[in-house]
């Protein structure tokens, strides 16, 4: 099973970015989804997840600013970033748990002027 993210980049403070989580040898439908995130120096965190059923749940650091959704036909899961802040920055990581724990390579979003 796969799980790999991409759409990090470089933005400024309060600008946006969209990451996307592609997954491959799973029943994707079936299974919560949740995006992590990992600062240098600090413990990884969770950013929010999503249930099968489509019910979301967020940190409160990111609460009215981020957005997560999910493609069940596309096997997809995305995380929509606005208002972007310099604490933002990290590497995000897709993470399902099937028998065991997967996780994605990650993709580093960083917020700088």
């Known amino acids: 099973m796969q799980l790999v993210e991409s759409g990090g980049g470089l933005v400024q403070p309060g600008g946006s970015l969209r990451l996307r989580c592609e997954t491959s040898?799973?029943?994707?439908?079936?299974?919560?989804m949740y995006w992590y995130r990992q600062a240098p120096g600090k413990q990884r965190e969770l950013v929010a997840s999503?249930?099968?059923?489509?019910?979301?749940t967020y940190a409160d650091s990111v609460k009215g600013r981020f957005t997560i959704s999910r493609d069940n036909a596309e096997n997809t899961m995305t995380l929509q970033m606005n208002s972007l802040k310099v604490e933002d920055t990290a590497v995000y990581y897709c993470?399902?748990?099937?028998?065991?724990?997967?996780w994605g390579q990650g993709t580093q979003v960083t917020v700088s002027s």
């Open positions: 993470y399902v748990h099937r028998v065991r724990d997967y």
């Open positions: 999503i249930a099968r059923d489509g019910t979301t």
């Open positions: 040898g799973l029943t994707f439908r079936i299974y919560t």
